[in-house]
């Protein structure tokens, strides 16, 4: 009969599992977690180590649906080993990374970001870029001069990455990058579906000793 208060062989291997997963692994990192209950305010979860991880449920709010007993979800390793002697994690944490992760990619794809303006700050205004914090200069808002931005904050659209720097979390981002492309592609449609001879509608925006300055919708011409 084996003494219970004796490791035995089986005890030893599961020891020497959870020392070598907790070797592999590093604090800063996104995990795979798998979920093994909720109890109370919080989701235990199992990554790997000699004990579980407690994650508040409050983190999970943004998540389609509430987790459950055996789902698989990304967690952010905090620390392996609290003084507790439980790991710390954070499901916010690994989705911020996961959305920082994102953001590179387009930034060196130069690809636009989807984001909406949430608040003002000096020199200009604060974009949330899905859970990420990104800075719009005032002189980035539109092609001209806007005096009232109230219409557009919250209102979700796209945004060009000026500059990225993941290591002091700085995004610089601009919608007028973004109008001034659009209404360069619309110019170039006019033009190629302009020949000389034809007869345009168009409103005169400005009158010099020279000549009429009129808008052909999206183009300028001169009278």
């Not at 084996?2 to 907790?22: L, R």
């Not at 943004?62 to 990304?74: A, L, R, S, Y």
């Not at 499901?91 to 909406?116: H, Q, T, Y």
């Not at 601009?174 to 409103?203: N, T, Y």
């Amino acid at each position: 009969m084996t003494d219970s208060m004796n490791p035995t062989s089986d005890d030893f291997a599961s020891m020497f599992e959870s020392s070598a997963a907790a070797a592999a692994m590093q604090e800063g990192q996104v995990v795979p977690a798998t979920v093994i209950r909720i109890e109370n305010d919080a989701v235990l979860v199992d990554i790997g180590l000699k004990t579980e991880g407690r994650i508040p449920l409050r983190e999970f709010s943004m998540e389609d649906k509430q987790p459950e007993g055996g789902d698989i979800v990304d967690v952010y390793l905090d620390r392996i080993e609290n003084a507790l002697g439980d790991a710390v994690l954070s499901r916010d944490k690994a989705r911020r990374e996961e959305r920082w992760i994102k953001l590179e990619k387009s930034f060196n794809a130069n690809e636009p970001v989807k984001g909406a303006i949430s608040g003002r700050v000096k020199g200009g205004f604060t974009v949330d870029l899905g859970g990420v914090n990104a800075f719009l200069p005032g002189s980035q808002v539109d092609i001209r001069p806007v005096r009232d931005v109230g219409p557009l904050m919250g209102e979700v659209q796209p945004f060009a990455v000026l500059k990225l720097d993941r290591a002091r979390g700085n995004i610089v981002v601009s919608r007028r990058a973004i109008l001034e492309e659009s209404r360069a592609e619309q110019r170039a449609e006019i033009v190629s579906d302009m020949a000389e001879g034809d007869v345009r509608k168009g409103i005169v925006k400005n009158i010099t000793d020279y000549g009429a300055f009129v808008d052909l919708g999206g183009i300028d011409g001169l009278l």
